[in-house]
């Protein structure tokens, strides 16, 4: 089974600090994902990334950066925390070749005080 | 940009009736999924339909897709409390993209 972890289940963080949250899979997928989710609006894609070292803007990247120097890692970063960054962050993959099935890790619910 | 809308936002319905939800969409679509969430969780997979498909099924789950009206239900059959949770719609249009309604929040009550 496919597994994609995510480093932090609650993540308490004060506003202007830097954040980090971490997503690997273990299933060689070459396609990861970082949505937030927030009610009523569904899940908003963030960034996304095709392969290592690449990377494409979601529908909301504002105040967000990602990094993929693993194939099996994606990190998304918040540069200096806002309140308005408070959410839930979701990670997912898939594999690249015309499946378009994604996997998600559990989520990182981040709070900015 | 939103690009399904599920209908109803909620449903609480009692244990063995069945269950369904609607999704409409705006654009042209590849295929359409359903996943689902239980309360502070991931995502799950449910079912996918491409495009060229009108009905797919899987287990206690229908799914049906009408192109011309860009609109998808899901049925779930013989419900069971295990089946409460979230369920969204997501649309894959090019890129391997995928955008996901809003959701529904379904209750089976035992």
């Known amino acids: 089974d496919v597994k994609v972890t995510q480093s932090s289940r609650y993540l308490v963080k004060r506003t202007g600090e830097k954040v980090f949250l971490e997503c690997v899979q273990d299933m060689d997928h070459e396609n990861m994902f970082w949505y937030r989710q927030d009610p009523g609006l569904g899940l908003r894609l963030i960034y996304f990334?095709?392969?290592?070292?690449?990377?494409e803007k979601g529908d909301i990247p504002e105040g967000y950066s990602v990094s993929r120097e693993k194939k099996e890692r994606f990190s998304l970063i918040l540069e200096s925390a806002s309140t308005n960054q408070t959410s839930m962050y979701l990670c997912?993959?898939?594999?690249?070749?015309?499946?378009?099935?994604?996997?998600f890790g559990p989520g990182t619910r981040l709070t900015v005080t | 940009s939103q690009q399904g809308e599920e209908d109803p936002q909620a449903l609480s319905i009692q244990e063995g009736e069945n269950a369904t939800m609607n999704c409409s969409y705006k654009?042209?679509?590849?295929?359409l999924q359903w996943y689902r969430q239980n309360s502070g969780r991931g995502l799950v997979h449910l079912i996918l339909?491409?495009?060229?498909?009108r009905e797919k099924h899987s287990g206690r789950l229908r799914v049906t897709l009408d192109t011309s009206k860009k609109s998808s239900s899901l049925l779930i059959t013989a419900s069971r409390a295990a089946d409460t949770a979230s369920y969204f719609c997501?649309?894959?249009?090019?890129?391997?993209?995928?955008?996901f309604g809003t959701g529904t929040r379904l209750t089976i009550i035992p």
């Open positions: 339909i491409r495009s060229n498909e």
């Open positions: 997501a649309t894959e249009s090019l890129n391997e993209k995928l955008t």
């Open positions: 997912a993959s898939t594999n690249g070749d015309g499946i378009y099935e994604q996997y």
């Open positions: 654009t042209s679509i590849n295929n």
């Open positions: 990334s095709y392969d290592v070292k690449m990377k």
